[in-house]
């Protein structure tokens, strides 16, 4: 598992260079602020977005989809819970 993975908004940040929040948005057809929330972290990439950024960009969805599971499942493993035994079947 890799340490500390980026969110994949950091990452489309890159992508997009300097093109403006809202030519990006239009582009890919959806809000400014549903793609805002995605370059600052406090949203996901879904199916639907990962296919969208993968037409635009000229990359695989499964790049978007894998890099935002990387990161969940850094996120979750930092968070404190309840450890599960092993389940055993009869």
């Given at each position: 598992?890799?340490?500390n993975p ?5 990452v489309l940040?890159e ?22 929330r ?23 969805p499964?790049?978007w989809?894998?890099?935002q ?5 850094w996120?979750a ?14």
């Open positions: 598992m890799m340490y980026p969110h994949p908004g950091s940040r992508y997009l260079g300097n093109l403006s929040v809202t030519a990006a948005a239009d582009h890919l057809g959806v809000t400014r602020a549903a793609l805002s995605i370059l600052n972290g406090s949203a996901g990439v879904s199916a639907e977005m990962a296919l969208r950024l993968s037409e635009a960009l000229g990359t695989s499964e790049l989809i894998g890099m599971a990387k990161y969940d499942l996120r493993s930092k968070k404190k819970r309840r450890r599960i035994s092993r389940l055993v079947r009869a």
